[in-house]
């Protein structure tokens, strides 16, 4: 079936609560993204409340593929953002990117260091010294940073989501005055950026061709997304942009570059350690996590993709790093009004890396093309699982650590 992708943008128009996994009755917490899964509720809502019957079986019915809602992250130019990898590293006393306004001391990555790095460990090579990142500003500490990053005409930019926190007390229905020890915090996140810049929530749904016709007529019906509408929260405008976006490069790009700069590092340590060089049908691609995802091995949870996920032959491929992280994860179910069951994910930045022997870029690019396309893991049409192969924020960093 042919994917067709529709870029998705959303503006605010009153404050939102996008509820989390951690419920509690006197703290509402909101995630600072807005989940494929909400955007995917809130237009299935849209149809049913217009009886668009027709529309919804060709979105949702049982023999409809269903289309894929990736989730949708805060961006300050309309341009697509990502989720900062979980091998992001920053300045402890200067964090954040040094294109920004102030004194940021820049953001690097240490995944191919580090992996290079303890592969030697592993083969008990003789090391003259060790791999400690700095800040290569001022030589402190480095600590990793979280949020989202954009890359605008090369340059990179952090953006992470206002969210005001308001306590209220409840009132006490009978005596209409404050009610004995119920206070409750709510979260929301804002209209706007500290700077007073319109937040903008930026992602992608993909479908089939006739869906895409569907969904191009229908998101923007969507007013209301996530929780305490009846409050006046989550009004939202949403737009299907016509331009496509290209601030990554080509797939074959990223795993080419992927790969000369492990072997650059690796040069590193033939130089100062003898080490043999790595053979010409090795290569190394890594793949990040950009959403969640409920990851499984023979139907059991697992903390890592299977290799056989992977589609190239297990023989060739093997795991080689993780940097990765667990979380719980639950949900609402709109269309049956139930809590989902909660259940392990693999956070979103986690990032593995892999070494292949044997197998050309050509075959890499036909079978991880298929994986960046069609996602890992289940739950993909609710925005699980969505990757992202050899990312240019591992090789091509704002500061080199
Ligand atoms: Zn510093």
Same mark, same amino acid.
């Given at each position: ?11 605010? @128009? ?34 049913? /409340? ?16 269903? %289309? ?10 309309? /341009? @697509?953002? =990502?989720?900062?990898?979980? /091998?992001?590293?920053?300045?402890? *006393? =200067? ?5 920004? !306004? ?28 060790? *791999?400690? %990142?700095?800040? %290569? ?10 949020? *989202? =990053? ?5 340059? *990179? ?26 206070? =409750?915090?709510? !979260? ?40 305490? &509408? ?10 299907? +942009? ?12 990223? +795993? ?118 069609? &996602?890992?893991?289940? !739950? ?5 699982? @969505?990757?992202?192969?050899?990312? %240019?924020?591992?090789? @091509?960093? !704002?500061?080199?650590?």
């Amino acid at each position: 079936m042919t994917k067709k992708r529709l870029e998705i943008e959303i503006t605010l @128009q009153s404050s939102l609560m996008i509820g989390t996994d951690g419920e509690s009755r006197f703290y509402n917490q909101t995630r600072d993204y807005i989940p494929g899964a909400a955007l995917r509720g809130a237009l299935a809502e849209t149809l049913l /409340s217009a009886k668009a019957g027709d529309n919804f079986e060709a979105l949702f019915g049982e023999s409809a593929t269903e %289309p894929i809602f990736d989730n949708l992250y805060p961006s300050r130019s309309g /341009s @697509q953002t =990502y989720p900062l990898p979980l /091998s992001a590293r920053t300045c402890k *006393y =200067y964090p954040g990117f040094q294109s920004q !306004e102030g004194e940021h001391h820049g953001v690097g990555d240490i995944l191919i260091r580090q992996a290079v790095f303890e592969a030697m460990l592993d083969e008990r090579v003789n090391l003259p010294c060790l *791999y400690t %990142p700095l800040c %290569p500003e001022c030589h402190s500490d480095v600590k990793r940073l979280g949020g *989202y =990053y954009e890359v605008v005409a090369g340059q *990179y930019g952090r953006m992470t989501t206002p969210v005001r926190r308001i306590s209220r007390t409840a009132i006490d229905r009978w005596r209409q005055t404050a009610a004995e020890r119920l206070l =409750y915090t709510l !979260e929301t996140v804002e209209t706007h950026t500290k700077d007073r810049m319109p937040l903008l929530f930026r992602g992608a749904v993909l479908c089939s061709d006739d869906q895409g016709a569907v969904l191009e007529h229908w998101l923007p019906k969507v007013k209301g997304i996530g929780g305490g &509408r009846s409050r006046g929260l989550g009004n939202v405008k949403v737009q299907v +942009l016509s331009e496509t976006d290209g601030s990554l490069p080509g797939l074959r790009e990223r +795993l080419e570059e992927f790969d000369a700069a492990v072997r650059t590092e690796w040069r590193f340590y033939q130089r100062v350690a003898g080490v043999e060089p790595l053979a010409a049908d090795v290569r190394f691609f890594s793949l990040d996590l950009l959403a969640p995802a409920f990851l499984t091995h023979h139907g059991l949870p697992a903390t890592r993709p299977a290799l056989a996920d992977l589609g190239l032959p297990l023989e060739s491929v093997q795991l080689w790093r993780a940097i990765s992280q667990q979380s719980m994860i639950g949900g609402w179910h709109m269309g049956g009004r139930l809590p989902r069951r909660t259940a392990l994910a693999t956070a979103m930045g986690s990032v593995f890396m892999y070494r292949t022997e044997g197998l050309s870029f050509g075959d890499l690019q036909a079978e991880l093309q298929k994986l960046e396309n069609q &996602r890992l893991g289940e !739950e993909r049409a609710r925005g699980f699982g @969505q990757v992202l192969i050899s990312s %240019p924020i591992h090789y @091509q960093a !704002e500061v080199t650590l």
